[in-house]
Nanobody, 112 residues
């Protein structure tokens, strides 16, 4: 059974940074493309960043240059480093594996 557990969310002032982590189990991690999504209140869930098994990355235009997705295959972890955070980055951030499995989400709030 695939399990994805996000951590690292919280409250931060505009311009601040957070690092999200996603611990995985029950899957062959090195063979899985991974991604981070977010859902703001009243909005649809959207793709933030993705990383392939080979390490290729893709970002939403709104986070390019500010967010970095990475993976650690031996630890079966995926990360999202978020810098220069803006209020519009507020939302629940979800880890996704292979376009199929989801974590429970972690709340990120950016406000002054």
């Amino acid at each position: 059974q695939v399990q994805l557990v996000e951590s690292g969310g919280g409250w931060v002032q505009p311009g601040g940074s957070l690092r999200l982590s996603c611990a995985t189990s029950g899957m062959i991690f090195r063979f899985s493309n991974m991604a981070w999504y977010r859902q703001a209140p009243g909005k649809q869930r959207e793709l933030v960043a993705s990383i392939t098994t080979g390490g290729s990355t893709n970002y939403a235009d709104s986070v390019k240059g500010r967010f970095t997705i990475s993976r650690d295959n031996p630890k079966k972890m995926v990360y999202l480093q978020m810098n220069s955070l803006k209020p519009e980055d507020t939302g629940v951030y979800y880890c996704n594996a292979a376009n199929r499995d989801w974590g429970q989400g972690t709340q990120v709030t950016v406000s002054s």
